[in-house]
């Protein structure tokens, strides 16, 4: 089976073939971006809304039945809002350097006094 979506300033639908009686979100979504060839130089996502009744479907792992009619809608993503897990640990890492004087090299007493007020300040 299948279910068919149109983005919204499309004029007709598309069919995407199903496996079983339904589909995640996620699946969904990759296989629209697959079958549409979206470009993924810009970072986006893609908003999935049964067009019978306008449920919108926020969660990835949620089940859409075959023979939906779906919406779909392409937005931006602020790339400040992607999450970033090669550099969360970046500002832990720095201070706990910063926290051992003897970590700061080459620097004047005052100028590591400084450094350290710095880290320590909240932001």
């Known amino acids: 089976m299948s279910v068919h979506y149109k983005f919204k300033s499309a004029l007709e639908y598309s069919t995407l073939p199903v496996d079983g009686v339904n589909i995640s979100v996620e699946d969904l979504k990759e296989a629209i971006i697959e079958q549409k060839k979206l ?4 970072p986006f996502d893609l908003i999935i809304t049964n067009a019978e009744t306008n ?3 926020k969660d990835e792992k949620a089940l859409i039945p075959k023979n939906s009619s779906l919406l779909v809608a392409r937005v931006p993503i ?13 500002k832990e890492s720095t201070e706990i350097l910063l926290a051992n004087p003897a970590n700061l090299m080459n620097v004047g007493t005052s100028a590591a006094r400084t450094l350290l007020l710095a880290s320590a300040a909240p932001g």
């Open 39 to 42: 470009s993924r130089s810009q």
């Open 55 to 57: 449920q919108e479907y």
């Open 78 to 90: 602020d790339p400040a809002q992607l999450k970033r897990p090669w550099n969360n640990h970046l």
